[in-house]
C-alpha cells in the first residue's frame, strides 16, 4: 500500500471520527431532549435512540482500529500479533453493527404490532434483516482476512527460522 494511499485513508477515517463525535455531541443530546419533552417518544423511541448511539460507537471503533493498523503498516510491523488485536476488534465491531442492524428490523416489526397506522412496510422490515445478514457476511470476510494475516505472520516467522538455520550453516 502506497504512501500516499495510506494518507488518504487516514484523513477520510479522521474526517468520519471527527463527524461522529459531532454527531454524538450535538445530535444526540438535542434528539434526546425531544424524546424526553412534552409529547415525546415512548419506548420505541428510546430503542431506536440507543440503537443509533451504539452503532455510532461501534463505527468509532472500527475507524480507530483502522487507523492503527494503518500505523503498522507505514511501520511494516502489519504481519504481527499486534496486528491481531485490532483486526479482533474490527470483526466485534462489525459483528455487533450487524446485531444493531437487526435490532432495527426488531424494533420496526413491535412497532408495527403497536402503533398501527405508522406502519413500516413488511418488505422493508424484510431489506433491513437482509442488511443485518450483509453486515455479517462483512464480519465473516474480514475473519477470513484474520485467518490469512495469521498465515502470512507464521510462513514469515519460519522463513525467519529457515534463514537463521541457513546462516548458521554457512
Do not use: K
Not at 443509533?52 to 500505523?71: E, F, H, Y
Amino acid at each position: 500500500m502506497s504512501a500516499v494511499s495510506i494518507q488518504i485513508l487516514r484523513v477520510i477515517i479522521v474526517i468520519a471520527l471527527l463527524g461522529s463525535l459531532m454527531v454524538q455531541v450535538l445530535l444526540v443530546p438535542s434528539g434526546w431532549r425531544e424524546l424526553t419533552g412534552p409529547g415525546g417518544g415512548g419506548p420505541l423511541s428510546y430503542a431506536l435512540a440507543v440503537i443509533a448511539v451504539l452503532g455510532v460507537a461501534a463505527l468509532q471503533v472500527i475507524g480507530v482500529s483502522i487507523l492503527r493498523l494503518l500505523v503498522l503498516v507505514r511501520r511494516g510491523r502489519v504481519f504481527s500479533p499486534r496486528a491481531f488485536r485490532w483486526v479482533d476488534l474490527i470483526i466485534g465491531a462489525v459483528a455487533a453493527e450487524a446485531v444493531l442492524v437487526f435490532a432495527v428490523a426488531v424494533t420496526a416489526a413491535i412497532a408495527n404490532r403497536t402503533h398501527p397506522g405508522d406502519e413500516l412496510a413488511p418488505g422493508a422490515i424484510g431489506m433491513i434483516c437482509g442488511l443485518a445478514l450483509v453486515v455479517a457476511g462483512v464480519a465473516l470476510v474480514i475473519t477470513v482476512q484474520r485467518q490469512l494475516l495469521v498465515q502470512a505472520v507464521e510462513a514469515r516467522d519460519r522463513a525467519a527460522t529457515l534463514q537463521s538455520e541457513l546462516d548458521e550453516v554457512i
